[in-house]
C-alpha cells in the first residue's frame, strides 16, 4: 500500500496569522501608539494621555475620556477583523474615521502582554480584559473613570526577532514623540500628554484654533516666519502655513501633509508645493510647511498601505493644480496679508513678483558675530593657526602633505563650476562638491587624530528644538562632542553650542544642528564609532562649503583646486555627487584631431 500524500498547503493557525498582521501593523512602539491614539479620536476624546517606558519597549499605556465599550464590543473589539467603523464593502469608499481595518488591537496584542480597560459613561461597571500574546485571553469588571485605557507591556517579548530591530531608546521615544506631536498638530481641540518614565515631555491643552496649536508646538519665531495658506471652496479645502522664502532652511522639517486627519506622504503634494516655490528658494534651501487638506472621502483611498501613511486620490491632478495656484498666489499678490478663503484664485501672474517677509522678531535680528575667534585642539595644543582664503580653516594642520602640484586657474562657469589646469590635464569642477569632499577629508583626518580644532563661540548659539529633535539629540550629544561640536542642554527643549570645528569657518549653525538631526533620524547604523561620525562630517562639510552660486577669485580658484588635488582629486562628494571631469591632453588631442607630442 502506497503512503499517504499530505498536501503541501496548510491554513495557518491564529496566533501565527496574528502576529502576520501585526508585522504589518506593528514596526515598532510608535506604531503602536499611532494606533491607539487613533482609536482614542474615532471616540471622540477631549484628552488623551500615553504613558512610556523605556521608549515604548516596556510600557505604552494610552488613556483617553471617550466614549468607553460595553462588555461585549470589548470583547469583539480584540478579535480579527472586528470593527465598529465597517457595515458594507461600500463604506471602504467613503470612510470618515481614523482607524476601521480592524486588526490593530489583535495585532498588537499577538506580540506584546495586553490590557484593555473600558467604561461606557452610563454604565456602572467596565470591562478588564488582557492577554499574553493574543492567547489566554481573561476577563472581569473594572471599576475606573469612564473611558478606554490599553495597556501594552513587553512589546516583542514573543517575537525576539522584531525586537532586535528597535533602535536605542532616545531613537524610540523620539518617534513616539513625533506621532504625538503630529496627532496633536491636526486636532487642536484635544489635550494631549506624553510621559516618559513618569516625566512630562509634552503637554498640549486643548485650544481654539489650529493656529494656537501651531504656537504650543512650533513658538512664536514659527508663526513669524510662515505665511498662511488658503485655496477657495470647491473639490477640496486646504488650510495651514507655508515658510517665507527669505526663511526658508536647508532642513526639511516641518514637512507636514494632512488628509482628513491623516499624517501621509504623497508626492503629488509634495511636487506641487516645491513647483509653487520654484524660482524663489534660494538654492539648497528648502520649503517648510504644515498644510491640512480636507476633500470628500469618495475621492481618496487610503487602504493602499498597511499603516495608512500613503493615499491615492481619484484626481490627482486637480489637487496638484490647486495647491500650486494657492502658493502662487501668496508670491505674485500685491500684499502678503493672508488670502481670503471666499476671494478667487486667478492664473494671472503677470505683475510683478512679490514676496512677502514675515515681521522680524528680537530673536531673528539677533547675531552673534565671532570678531575674534578662539582656536583650542581637543588635545589641549596651542598652537599659531591662519585662516585660508575662503574656507576659513587653519591651513598649518594641512601642511605635511607635500605634493608637487601645478595649478593654473582658467575661471568660473554660471558661478557654479571652475576651469582649471592642474599638472597636465584640464579640470571642469563643481565648487560646492569639491569643497564639500576636501572639508570632509580635512574633518575626518583630523578626527582619526584626535586632534579636531574648535573655534569658541564667543556668543554661543541657542538653538530650540521640537521634542522629538530634543529626545534624539540627546543620545548624539558625546558623537557631537568627538566631531568639534560642543552643544549643552539649556531647558527642556532649548540647547546651546558652544563650540564648532575651526575648519568649517562662517556657518548657520542652527541650520547645521537641524540637517545632522533631520539625517540622524533616519540612521540605520549600529556599527562602528567611525560608521556613526562619518555622515555627521559630510553634513557638516556640505553645510560649511562654498555654495553654487557664489562668485569666486582667482586666488580662491587657485586655493580650491590646489587643496582638491592634495586631497587626491576625490571625484565624488560624501553624498555621492560628481565632482569634476577630466580632459588629458591625450583626450584633447583626439578631439580636436590632433597627433600626440
Known amino acids: 500500500m502506497s503512503p499517504l500524500v499530505t498536501g503541501k498547503i496548510q491554513v495557518l493557525p491564529d496566533d501565527v496569522s496574528c502576529r502576520i498582521a501585526a508585522g504589518e501593523v506593528v514596526e515598532r512602539p510608535a506604531s503602536v501608539v499611532k494606533e491607539l491614539i487613533d482609536n482614542s479620536l474615532d471616540a471622540a476624546s477631549s484628552l488623551i494621555t500615553i504613558e512610556v517606558e523605556e521608549g515604548g519597549r516596556r510600557l505604552i499605556r494610552v488613556t483617553d475620556n471617550g466614549a468607553g465599550m460595553n462588555r461585549d464590543d470589548a470583547q469583539l473589539a480584540c478579535q480579527r477583523f472586528a470593527t465598529s467603523k465597517l457595515q458594507t464593502e461600500n463604506d471602504l469608499f467613503s470612510l470618515s474615521t481614523l482607524g476601521f481595518r480592524g486588526e490593530a488591537l489583535p495585532s498588537i496584542a499577538s506580540v506584546a502582554r495586553f490590557r484593555l480597560k473600558t467604561l461606557p459613561s452610563e454604565s456602572p461597571v467596565g470591562t478588564d480584559t488582557f492577554s499574553e500574546g493574543g492567547t489566554a485571553w481573561g476577563i472581569q469588571d473594572y471599576a475606573g473613570a469612564p473611558g478606554t485605557q490599553v495597556e501594552i507591556r513587553d512589546l516583542f517579548f514573543n517575537t525576539p526577532g522584531r525586537l532586535k530591530f528597535l533602535k536605542t531608546v532616545s531613537t524610540e521615544f523620539s518617534k513616539i514623540s513625533y506621532t504625538v506631536q503630529q496627532a496633536a498638530t491636526v486636532n487642536p481641540q484635544i489635550h494631549f500628554r506624553l510621559l516618559h518614565h513618569n516625566h512630562k515631555v509634552l503637554d498640549y491643552p486643548a485650544v481654539s484654533t489650529f493656529q494656537d496649536r501651531l504656537f504650543q508646538i512650533y513658538g512664536a519665531t514659527f508663526l513669524d516666519h510662515f505665511l498662511p495658506l488658503t485655496h477657495p471652496p470647491g473639490p477640496f479645502e486646504l488650510s495651514g502655513f507655508t515658510v517665507s522664502p527669505h526663511h526658508a532652511k536647508t532642513s526639511r522639517t516641518p514637512q507636514e501633509i494632512f488628509v482628513n486627519g491623516r499624517p501621509i506622504k504623497n508626492t503629488t503634494i509634495a511636487h506641487a508645493i516645491y513647483e509653487g516655490y520654484k524660482s524663489f528658494l534660494p538654492k539648497g534651501k528648502h520649503p517648510q510647511f504644515i498644510i491640512c487638506i480636507q476633500l470628500e472621502p469618495q475621492l481618496l483611498d487610503i487602504n493602499v498601505h498597511p499603516t495608512k501613511r500613503e493615499i491615492r486620490f481619484s484626481h490627482p491632478e486637480v489637487l496638484h493644480s490647486g495647491i500650486l495656484r ?158 568639534g561640536l560642543d552643544i549643552e542642554r539649556f531647558g527642556p527643549t532649548s540647547y546651546v553650542v558652544r563650540a564648532i570645528p575651526a575648519i568649517l569657518g562662517s556657518i548657520t549653525i542652527s541650520s547645521l544642528v537641524l540637517e545632522l538631526l533631520e539625517e540622524l533620524s533616519e540612521w540605520k547604523s549600529t556599527d562602528s564609532l567611525e560608521t556613526l561620525i562619518r555622515p555627521i562630517l559630510a553634513s557638516m562639510a556640505c553645510q560649511s562649503a562654498v555654495q553654487a552660486g557664489r562668485t569666486m577669485t582667482l586666488p580662491e580658484i587657485s586655493t580650491l583646486l590646489h587643496d582638491w588635488a592634495q586631497e587626491n582629486y576625490p571625484m565624488t562628494c560624501p553624498h555621492g555627487r560628481r565632482v569634476a571631469i577630466r580632459h588629458s591632453v591625450e583626450e584633447l588631442n583626439t578631439l580636436f584631431d590632433r597627433a600626440s607630442k
Do not use: C, M
Request: hydrophobic share 40%.
Open 326 to 483: 494657492a502658493i502662487k498666489q501668496i508670491f505674485f499678490s500685491g500684499s502678503s496679508f493672508p488670502i481670503n478663503s471666499q476671494e478667487a484664485v486667478h492664473e494671472d501672474f503677470s505683475t510683478p513678483p512679490h514676496i512677502p517677509t514675515a515681521k522680524p522678531t528680537a530673536q531673528s535680528l539677533a547675531v552673534a558675530p565671532v570678531s575674534a575667534p578662539q582656536f583650542s585642539s581637543k588635545l589641549g595644543g596651542s598652537k599659531a593657526k591662519h585662516l585660508s582664503l575662503f574656507a576659513q580653516e587653519p591651513a598649518s594642520i594641512y601642511s605635511a602633505k607635500s605634493k608637487e602640484i601645478h595649478v593654473i586657474p582658467l575661471g568660473q562657469i554660471h558661478q557654479t563650476y571652475l576651469v582649471g589646469h592642474i599638472n597636465q590635464d584640464l579640470y571642469i569642477i563643481d565648487q560646492h562638491t569639491a569643497h564639500e569632499r576636501v572639508l570632509f577629508e580635512r574633518l575626518l583626518q583630523t578626527w582619526n587624530q584626535k586632534d579636531i580644532l574648535q573655534q569658541r563661540l564667543l556668543i554661543p548659539e541657542p538653538i530650540e528644538l521640537l521634542p522629538n529633535q530634543g529626545a534624539l539629540i540627546e543620545e548624539w550629544l558625546p558623537v557631537f562632542s568627538q566631531t
